[in-house]
Protein backbone atom coordinates (compact mmCIF):
# COMPACT_ATOMS: atom_id res chain seq x y z
CA UNK A 1 0.00 0.00 0.00
CA UNK A 2 1.70 3.32 -1.49
CA UNK A 3 1.42 6.41 1.59
CA UNK A 4 -0.17 9.58 0.14
CA UNK A 5 2.08 11.91 -0.42
CA UNK A 6 1.79 14.63 2.49
CA UNK A 7 2.41 11.50 4.68
CA UNK A 8 5.36 10.99 3.46
CA UNK A 9 6.60 13.94 3.59
CA UNK A 10 5.47 14.11 7.28
CA UNK A 11 7.29 11.35 8.19
CA UNK A 12 10.13 12.03 6.34
CA UNK A 13 10.22 15.46 8.64
CA UNK A 14 10.13 13.67 11.63
CA UNK A 15 12.57 11.11 11.01
CA UNK A 16 15.05 13.65 9.61
CA UNK A 17 14.41 15.86 13.23
CA UNK A 18 14.87 12.52 14.88
CA UNK A 19 18.23 12.03 13.30
CA UNK A 20 19.23 15.58 14.12
CA UNK A 21 18.59 15.06 17.78
CA UNK A 22 21.03 12.05 17.81
CA UNK A 23 23.57 14.26 16.69
CA UNK A 24 26.36 15.60 19.39
CA UNK A 25 25.89 19.02 19.78
CA UNK A 26 28.42 21.06 18.63
CA UNK A 27 31.11 22.56 20.55
CA UNK A 28 31.21 25.89 21.86
CA UNK A 29 32.90 28.62 19.95
CA UNK A 30 36.11 29.20 21.35
CA UNK A 31 37.38 32.27 20.50
CA UNK A 32 41.40 32.06 20.52
CA UNK A 33 42.09 35.25 22.35
CA UNK A 34 40.87 33.34 25.25
CA UNK A 35 43.26 30.48 24.88
CA UNK A 36 45.49 30.08 27.46
CA UNK A 37 49.14 30.76 26.05
CA UNK A 38 51.06 27.83 24.73
CA UNK A 39 54.41 28.71 26.88
CA UNK A 40 55.50 30.83 29.95
CA UNK A 41 57.62 33.01 28.07
CA UNK A 42 56.51 36.51 28.55
CA UNK A 43 53.64 35.95 30.94
CA UNK A 44 53.62 37.77 34.12
CA UNK A 45 53.94 36.23 37.37
CA UNK A 46 55.70 33.43 38.68
CA UNK A 47 54.38 29.90 39.45
CA UNK A 48 51.71 27.51 37.64
CA UNK A 49 49.75 27.69 34.92
CA UNK A 50 47.70 24.84 34.27
CA UNK A 51 47.68 23.49 30.87
CA UNK A 52 45.51 20.49 31.43
CA UNK A 53 43.70 19.59 28.39
CA UNK A 54 40.16 19.66 30.70
CA UNK A 55 41.73 23.35 32.01
CA UNK A 56 42.74 24.72 28.55
CA UNK A 57 39.10 23.86 27.32
CA UNK A 58 37.30 25.31 30.14
CA UNK A 59 39.43 28.32 30.63
CA UNK A 60 38.54 29.04 26.91
CA UNK A 61 35.17 28.41 26.74
CA UNK A 62 33.96 30.30 29.83
CA UNK A 63 36.07 33.26 28.97
CA UNK A 64 34.92 33.41 25.18
CA UNK A 65 30.88 33.16 26.72
CA UNK A 66 31.90 36.06 28.99
CA UNK A 67 33.36 38.44 26.17
CA UNK A 68 29.83 38.36 24.87
CA UNK A 69 28.38 40.07 28.32
CA UNK A 70 30.65 42.73 28.62
CA UNK A 71 28.02 45.80 28.37
CA UNK A 72 25.03 43.29 30.22
CA UNK A 73 28.01 42.43 33.60
CA UNK A 74 29.38 46.00 33.30
CA UNK A 75 29.19 47.33 37.24
CA UNK A 76 28.85 44.30 38.87
CA UNK A 77 30.02 43.54 41.88
CA UNK A 78 32.64 40.50 40.63
CA UNK A 79 33.46 37.55 41.91
CA UNK A 80 36.88 36.72 41.26
CA UNK A 81 38.15 32.52 41.81
CA UNK A 82 38.51 28.85 40.93
CA UNK A 83 35.86 26.36 41.18
CA UNK A 84 34.53 26.98 44.60
CA UNK A 85 34.03 30.78 43.26
CA UNK A 86 32.38 29.12 39.68
CA UNK A 87 30.41 26.54 41.58
CA UNK A 88 28.15 29.30 43.42
CA UNK A 89 26.80 30.14 39.57
CA UNK A 90 26.43 32.59 37.75
CA UNK A 91 23.40 34.36 40.19
CA UNK A 92 25.88 33.55 42.81
CA UNK A 93 23.02 31.72 44.38
CA UNK A 94 20.75 34.21 44.46
CA UNK A 95 22.07 35.05 47.53
CA UNK A 96 21.99 39.03 47.18
CA UNK A 97 18.72 39.80 46.07
CA UNK A 98 18.81 43.12 44.54
CA UNK A 99 23.13 43.41 43.63
CA UNK A 100 24.13 42.89 40.32
CA UNK A 101 26.70 40.26 40.18
CA UNK A 102 29.08 38.83 37.47
CA UNK A 103 30.77 35.33 38.20
CA UNK A 104 34.19 35.52 36.95
CA UNK A 105 35.40 31.93 38.59
CA UNK A 106 36.72 29.26 36.41
CA UNK A 107 37.89 25.18 38.51
CA UNK A 108 41.18 24.83 38.44
CA UNK A 109 42.80 28.59 38.25
CA UNK A 110 45.28 28.94 40.02
CA UNK A 111 46.61 32.88 41.25
CA UNK A 112 49.04 33.05 38.00
CA UNK A 113 45.60 32.56 35.71
CA UNK A 114 44.13 34.84 37.14
CA UNK A 115 46.90 37.59 36.83
CA UNK A 116 46.90 36.86 33.65
CA UNK A 117 43.13 36.66 32.50
CA UNK A 118 42.67 39.45 35.46
CA UNK A 119 42.27 42.49 32.36
CA UNK A 120 40.05 41.54 30.08
CA UNK A 121 37.48 38.94 32.81
CA UNK A 122 37.45 42.07 35.43
CA UNK A 123 38.47 45.83 34.89
CA UNK A 124 37.00 46.38 31.29
CA UNK A 125 33.68 45.54 33.04
CA UNK A 126 34.26 48.08 35.32
CA UNK A 127 32.87 46.99 38.56
CA UNK A 128 31.57 48.04 41.27
CA UNK A 129 33.56 46.39 43.82
CA UNK A 130 35.50 43.08 43.08
CA UNK A 131 35.48 39.98 45.75
CA UNK A 132 38.39 37.29 44.91
CA UNK A 133 38.87 33.92 46.97
CA UNK A 134 42.26 32.37 44.80
CA UNK A 135 45.18 30.54 45.87
CA UNK A 136 44.20 26.90 47.03
CA UNK A 137 45.05 25.33 43.83
CA UNK A 138 48.41 26.80 43.78
CA UNK A 139 48.96 24.32 46.82
CA UNK A 140 48.22 21.22 44.86
CA UNK A 141 50.43 22.16 41.99
CA UNK A 142 52.89 22.88 45.14
CA UNK A 143 53.71 26.75 44.32
CA UNK A 144 55.73 28.19 46.79
CA UNK A 145 53.78 30.63 49.07
CA UNK A 146 55.92 33.39 48.43
CA UNK A 147 54.98 32.80 44.48
CA UNK A 148 51.37 32.93 45.30
CA UNK A 149 51.59 36.21 47.36
CA UNK A 150 53.27 37.76 44.53
CA UNK A 151 50.99 37.14 42.18
CA UNK A 152 48.13 38.08 44.72
CA UNK A 153 49.58 41.23 44.84
CA UNK A 154 50.43 42.00 41.10
CA UNK A 155 46.11 41.04 40.94
CA UNK A 156 45.69 44.00 43.14
CA UNK A 157 47.85 46.28 42.00
CA UNK A 158 45.77 45.97 38.63
CA UNK A 159 42.50 46.26 40.06
CA UNK A 160 43.79 48.97 42.40
CA UNK A 161 44.65 51.38 39.64
CA UNK A 162 42.19 50.39 37.77
CA UNK A 163 39.74 52.64 40.29
CA UNK A 164 41.45 53.59 42.86
CA UNK A 165 37.77 54.23 45.42
CA UNK A 166 37.07 50.49 44.08
CA UNK A 167 36.31 48.24 46.99
CA UNK A 168 37.59 44.83 47.08
CA UNK A 169 37.01 42.29 49.61
CA UNK A 170 39.52 39.75 50.04
CA UNK A 171 38.55 36.19 51.15
CA UNK A 172 41.15 34.15 52.86
CA UNK A 173 41.69 30.76 51.41
CA UNK A 174 39.30 28.02 52.73
CA UNK A 175 40.29 25.64 54.79
CA UNK A 176 40.79 21.92 52.92
CA UNK A 177 42.81 18.75 54.18
CA UNK A 178 46.46 17.43 53.79
CA UNK A 179 44.76 14.73 51.62
CA UNK A 180 43.57 17.19 48.94
CA UNK A 181 47.19 18.12 49.03
CA UNK A 182 46.08 21.37 50.98
CA UNK A 183 47.64 20.67 54.79
CA UNK A 184 46.31 22.97 57.04
CA UNK A 185 49.64 24.56 58.24
CA UNK A 186 50.47 25.34 54.18
CA UNK A 187 47.30 27.44 53.71
CA UNK A 188 47.93 29.04 57.23
CA UNK A 189 51.25 30.16 55.79
CA UNK A 190 49.31 31.49 52.37
CA UNK A 191 46.95 33.01 54.51
CA UNK A 192 49.48 35.04 57.04
CA UNK A 193 51.12 36.04 54.08
CA UNK A 194 48.02 37.84 52.17
CA UNK A 195 47.07 39.42 55.78
CA UNK A 196 50.84 40.82 55.53
CA UNK A 197 50.36 41.95 52.13
CA UNK A 198 47.02 43.97 52.52
CA UNK A 199 47.75 45.31 55.97
CA UNK A 200 47.50 49.30 56.17
CA UNK A 201 44.94 49.10 52.68
CA UNK A 202 42.06 51.08 53.33
CA UNK A 203 40.58 50.19 49.98
CA UNK A 204 41.01 46.48 50.45
CA UNK A 205 38.83 44.29 53.21
CA UNK A 206 39.92 41.52 54.38
CA UNK A 207 38.00 38.90 55.39
CA UNK A 208 38.50 36.04 58.41
CA UNK A 209 37.02 32.87 55.66
CA UNK A 210 39.82 30.32 57.40
CA UNK A 211 38.61 30.29 60.82
CA UNK A 212 34.85 30.38 59.20
CA UNK A 213 35.09 27.10 57.59
CA UNK A 214 38.11 25.06 59.67
CA UNK A 215 37.31 22.33 62.19
CA UNK A 216 39.63 22.17 65.58
CA UNK A 217 42.09 20.03 63.57
CA UNK A 218 42.16 22.97 60.72
CA UNK A 219 40.63 20.87 58.06
CA UNK A 220 37.26 21.13 56.04
CA UNK A 221 34.20 20.06 57.67
CA UNK A 222 32.77 17.17 55.84
CA UNK A 223 29.18 18.59 56.57
CA UNK A 224 30.27 22.08 54.30
CA UNK A 225 32.51 20.45 52.67
CA UNK A 226 31.82 16.64 51.33
CA UNK A 227 34.70 16.34 49.30
CA UNK A 228 36.71 18.49 51.60
CA UNK A 229 37.47 20.92 49.09
CA UNK A 230 34.43 22.09 47.27
CA UNK A 231 31.33 24.17 49.74
CA UNK A 232 28.08 22.66 49.48
CA UNK A 233 24.37 24.39 49.84
CA UNK A 234 25.80 25.07 53.61
CA UNK A 235 28.82 26.01 52.98
CA UNK A 236 28.05 28.78 50.10
CA UNK A 237 25.05 29.75 52.82
CA UNK A 238 28.00 30.30 55.40
CA UNK A 239 29.99 32.41 53.07
CA UNK A 240 27.19 34.71 52.28
CA UNK A 241 26.57 34.87 55.46
CA UNK A 242 29.93 36.28 56.62
CA UNK A 243 30.27 38.89 53.31
CA UNK A 244 26.53 40.42 53.95
CA UNK A 245 27.84 42.62 56.16
CA UNK A 246 30.84 43.50 54.45
CA UNK A 247 28.35 44.05 51.27
CA UNK A 248 26.22 46.12 53.57
CA UNK A 249 29.11 48.91 54.54
CA UNK A 250 29.97 49.24 51.46
CA UNK A 251 25.97 49.92 50.13
CA UNK A 252 25.07 47.12 47.85
CA UNK A 253 22.72 45.17 50.24
CA UNK A 254 20.12 45.61 53.06
CA UNK A 255 20.08 49.23 51.68
CA UNK A 256 16.49 49.98 52.95
CA UNK A 257 16.17 52.79 55.49
CA UNK A 258 15.46 51.42 59.02
CA UNK A 259 11.85 52.17 60.32
CA UNK A 260 12.74 50.63 64.06
CA UNK A 261 10.83 52.69 67.04
CA UNK A 262 11.64 52.13 70.41
CA UNK A 263 9.37 50.33 73.00
CA UNK A 264 7.19 52.79 75.30
CA UNK A 265 9.72 53.76 77.98
CA UNK A 266 12.77 53.25 76.00
CA UNK A 267 14.76 56.22 74.88
CA UNK A 268 17.37 55.52 71.17
CA UNK A 269 20.67 56.51 71.97
CA UNK A 270 21.55 56.17 68.35
CA UNK A 271 19.01 58.25 65.76
CA UNK A 272 20.06 55.58 62.93
CA UNK A 273 21.11 58.37 60.18
CA UNK A 274 24.25 59.96 61.60
CA UNK A 275 26.82 60.31 64.91
CA UNK A 276 24.70 62.88 67.03
CA UNK A 277 24.88 62.12 70.69
CA UNK A 278 28.34 60.14 70.12
CA UNK A 279 31.95 61.00 70.23
CA UNK A 280 35.57 59.97 71.46
CA UNK A 281 35.93 60.70 75.33
CA UNK A 282 39.81 61.47 76.50
CA UNK A 283 41.74 58.33 76.61
CA UNK A 284 41.88 57.25 80.53
CA UNK A 285 44.78 57.00 82.49
CA UNK A 286 44.94 53.53 82.83
CA UNK A 287 44.24 52.96 79.19
CA UNK A 288 47.15 55.31 78.28
CA UNK A 289 49.30 53.04 80.62
CA UNK A 290 48.30 49.40 79.05
CA UNK A 291 48.54 50.91 75.67
CA UNK A 292 51.89 51.85 76.22
CA UNK A 293 53.24 48.79 78.17
CA UNK A 294 51.52 46.12 75.89
CA UNK A 295 53.45 48.06 72.26
CA UNK A 296 56.57 48.18 74.80
CA UNK A 297 56.14 44.11 75.29
CA UNK A 298 54.63 43.11 71.92
CA UNK A 299 55.98 44.61 68.78
CA UNK A 300 52.91 42.86 66.78
CA UNK A 301 50.55 45.14 69.35
CA UNK A 302 47.62 46.74 67.53
CA UNK A 303 47.93 50.53 67.23
CA UNK A 304 45.80 52.26 70.34
CA UNK A 305 45.14 55.85 69.34
CA UNK A 306 45.51 58.44 72.34
CA UNK A 307 42.67 60.71 72.72
CA UNK A 308 44.33 63.86 74.45
CA UNK A 309 40.54 66.38 74.20
CA UNK A 310 36.81 64.98 73.33
CA UNK A 311 35.89 64.69 69.78
CA UNK A 312 31.75 65.01 69.32
CA UNK A 313 30.52 63.41 66.49
CA UNK A 314 27.31 65.36 66.46
CA UNK A 315 25.99 66.02 62.63
CA UNK A 316 28.70 63.49 61.19
CA UNK A 317 27.76 60.03 59.39
CA UNK A 318 31.10 58.71 59.29
CA UNK A 319 33.24 59.56 62.28
CA UNK A 320 36.60 61.87 61.02
CA UNK A 321 39.05 58.67 61.06
CA UNK A 322 36.20 56.45 58.71
CA UNK A 323 36.11 53.91 61.69
CA UNK A 324 32.47 54.69 62.69
CA UNK A 325 29.71 55.33 60.37
CA UNK A 326 25.51 55.53 60.25
CA UNK A 327 24.19 53.87 57.70
CA UNK A 328 20.46 52.56 57.68
CA UNK A 329 19.99 52.36 60.95
CA UNK A 330 23.29 50.89 61.81
CA UNK A 331 26.20 52.43 63.75
CA UNK A 332 29.20 50.02 61.95
CA UNK A 333 32.18 49.79 63.65
CA UNK A 334 34.28 49.24 60.56
CA UNK A 335 37.53 46.43 59.70
CA UNK A 336 40.77 47.91 60.40
CA UNK A 337 43.07 48.20 57.69
CA UNK A 338 45.71 47.66 60.44
CA UNK A 339 44.06 44.36 61.01
CA UNK A 340 43.47 45.25 64.49
CA UNK A 341 42.92 48.63 66.21
CA UNK A 342 42.10 49.39 69.60
CA UNK A 343 39.27 52.46 69.69
CA UNK A 344 35.81 53.58 71.59
CA UNK A 345 33.30 56.03 70.69
CA UNK A 346 30.55 56.67 73.70
CA UNK A 347 27.83 58.54 74.49
CA UNK A 348 28.50 62.32 75.10
CA UNK A 349 25.76 61.64 77.93
CA UNK A 350 26.31 59.48 80.90
CA UNK A 351 23.87 57.43 83.11
CA UNK A 352 23.88 57.60 86.70
CA UNK A 353 20.56 55.99 87.50
CA UNK A 354 19.89 51.84 87.12
CA UNK A 355 18.79 51.59 83.54
CA UNK A 356 17.98 48.71 80.67
CA UNK A 357 20.32 49.39 77.68
CA UNK A 358 18.95 46.82 74.72
CA UNK A 359 20.65 46.64 71.59
CA UNK A 360 21.26 44.45 69.00
CA UNK A 361 24.88 43.45 66.88
CA UNK A 362 25.96 41.72 63.69
CA UNK A 363 30.00 40.39 63.42
CA UNK A 364 31.61 39.24 60.41
CA UNK A 365 33.74 36.17 61.17
CA UNK A 366 35.99 36.19 64.80
CA UNK A 367 34.88 39.88 64.89
CA UNK A 368 36.36 41.54 67.83
CA UNK A 369 34.76 44.33 69.88
CA UNK A 370 32.57 45.57 73.08
CA UNK A 371 30.05 47.22 75.03
CA UNK A 372 31.61 49.66 77.23
CA UNK A 373 29.06 49.69 80.44
CA UNK A 374 30.01 52.83 82.47
CA UNK A 375 33.80 52.27 81.50
CA UNK A 376 33.79 48.50 82.03
CA UNK A 377 33.86 46.50 78.87
CA UNK A 378 31.83 43.67 78.27
CA UNK A 379 33.09 41.62 75.27
CA UNK A 380 30.68 41.89 72.41
CA UNK A 381 31.93 39.60 69.63
CA UNK A 382 31.43 37.08 67.34
CA UNK A 383 31.03 34.95 70.24
CA UNK A 384 31.25 30.99 68.92
CA UNK A 385 34.38 31.62 67.16
CA UNK A 386 36.11 34.66 68.80
CA UNK A 387 34.80 33.45 72.38
CA UNK A 388 34.53 34.21 75.62
CA UNK A 389 30.90 32.84 75.85
CA UNK A 390 31.56 29.75 73.19
CA UNK A 391 28.77 27.72 74.37
CA UNK A 392 25.72 29.93 73.35
CA UNK A 393 22.92 27.85 72.12
CA UNK A 394 21.05 30.92 70.73
CA UNK A 395 23.35 33.10 68.83
CA UNK A 396 23.45 33.36 65.43
CA UNK A 397 26.53 33.90 63.47
CA UNK A 398 26.40 36.70 60.93
CA UNK A 399 22.79 37.68 62.08
CA UNK A 400 21.58 40.24 64.08
CA UNK A 401 21.54 39.36 67.87
CA UNK A 402 20.07 40.84 70.95
CA UNK A 403 22.05 41.90 73.83
CA UNK A 404 20.20 43.22 77.22
CA UNK A 405 22.08 44.66 80.10
CA UNK A 406 20.11 45.53 83.18
CA UNK A 407 21.38 47.36 85.98
CA UNK A 408 20.83 47.60 89.42
CA UNK A 409 23.01 49.01 92.25
CA UNK A 410 26.28 48.98 90.75
CA UNK A 411 25.75 45.46 89.09
CA UNK A 412 24.61 44.34 85.89
CA UNK A 413 22.65 40.96 84.91
CA UNK A 414 23.67 40.77 80.19
CA UNK A 415 22.26 38.14 78.30
CA UNK A 416 22.91 37.39 74.57
CA UNK A 417 19.35 36.28 73.04
CA UNK A 418 17.81 35.27 76.34
CA UNK A 419 20.77 33.59 77.41
CA UNK A 420 23.19 34.67 80.28
CA UNK A 421 26.28 36.01 79.74
CA UNK A 422 27.05 37.53 82.84
CA UNK A 423 25.26 37.60 86.26
CA UNK A 424 27.09 40.03 88.20
CA UNK A 425 28.93 42.42 86.07
CA UNK A 426 30.30 44.98 88.23
CA UNK A 427 30.03 48.07 87.03
CA UNK A 428 30.75 52.23 88.30
CA UNK A 429 27.92 54.58 89.76
CA UNK A 430 27.87 56.69 86.41
CA UNK A 431 29.18 56.62 82.92
CA UNK A 432 28.51 56.49 79.22
CA UNK A 433 27.68 53.94 77.09
CA UNK A 434 30.88 52.73 74.39
CA UNK A 435 31.43 50.75 71.13
CA UNK A 436 35.16 49.11 70.81
CA UNK A 437 36.20 49.06 68.03
CA UNK A 438 39.37 46.03 67.31
CA UNK A 439 39.51 43.62 64.74
CA UNK A 440 36.70 42.90 61.92
CA UNK A 441 33.92 44.01 61.45
CA UNK A 442 30.82 44.74 63.78
CA UNK A 443 27.37 46.66 63.21
CA UNK A 444 24.90 48.37 65.79
CA UNK A 445 21.58 48.99 65.72
CA UNK A 446 18.07 49.49 67.60
CA UNK A 447 20.58 51.07 70.55
CA UNK A 448 17.86 51.92 73.44
CA UNK A 449 17.75 52.47 77.32
CA UNK A 450 15.29 52.72 79.88
CA UNK A 451 16.20 54.62 83.11
CA UNK A 452 14.81 53.43 86.06
CA UNK A 453 14.28 55.52 89.78
Known sequence: MSLPPYLRVQIAAVLLGLSALAQPAPAPRIDPRFEIPATDNGLPGTGPIRRYDWFKTLWAQRRTAWSSRLEQDKGAVVFLGDSITQGWGDDIGGAFKGMKVANRGISGDTTRGVLIRVEEDVVALKPSAVVILIGTNDLEEEAPPESTVANLRMILAILKSSNPKMPIVLCKVFPSSATKKRPPDAIKKINDLYTAAVKGDAQITLLETWILFANEQGDAKGDEFPDLLHPNQLGYAKWAGALRPILATLGFVD???????????????????????????????????????????????????????????????????????????????????????????????????????????????????????????????????????????????????????????????????????????????????????????????????????
Not at 342 to 362: A, Y
Not at 387 to 408: I, M, S
Open 255 to 453: TEPDKFLPEPGFESLFNGTDLTGWGYRPTSRADAEAAENWQKKDPTAPPWPIVQTPVSFDGLTVSPDGRYLAKNGRLIVTTPAEGRKIQQISTTQEFPKDFVLKLEFRATPYADSGVFIRGPQLQCRDYLLAGPYKQLKQYKPQDWNELVVAVKGGVARCTCNGELLEEAFQVPPTGPIGLEGDRGQMEYRHIRIQETP
